[in-house]
């Protein structure tokens, strides 16, 4: 069974940095895309960033070079490291595991199969 466990939310103030990270197990973690998701409340879940098994990226246009995904397959962990946050990023934060193994980087959410329960960032004004 595949299970994926989000970590290092919180609340901070703006221009502040958080690492979120995700860890994964029940299946090989190395040759599955993976991505970050978020939702804030009364709005549709919206991809942040996703990564390839062959570590191509993509980033919605709202976080380009604020932040960084990444993966370190030796420890099964999915990273998002998010700097200069704003308000507008306040939101619960999911990552989530391509339905297939291998494959290019996908920015469409009905791509992922297996989602995290999720962990709160609040970013104070």
């Known amino acids: 069974q595949v299970q994926l466990v989000e970590s290092g939310g919180g609340l901070v103030q703006a221009g502040d940095s958080l690492r979120l990270s995700c860890t994964a197990s029940?299946?090989?973690?190395?040759?599955?895309?993976m991505g970050w998701f978020r939702q804030a409340p009364g709005k549709e879940r919206e991809l942040v960033s996703a990564?390839?098994?062959?570590?191509?990226?993509y980033y919605a246009d709202s976080v380009k070079g604020r932040f960084t995904i990444s993966r370190d397959n030796a420890k099964d962990t999915l990273y998002l490291q998010m700097n200069s946050l704003e308000p507008e990023d306040t939101a619960v934060y999911y990552c989530?595991?391509?339905?297939?193994?291998?494959?290019?980087?996908?920015?469409?959410?009905?791509?992922?199969?297996?989602w995290g329960q999720g962990t709160q960032v609040t970013v104070s004004s």
């Open positions: 989530a595991s391509k339905r297939g193994p291998y494959g290019g980087v996908s920015s469409d959410i009905r791509n992922y199969e297996y």
């Open positions: 029940g299946r090989t973690f190395s040759i599955y895309g």
């Open positions: 990564i390839s098994w062959g570590r191509s990226t």
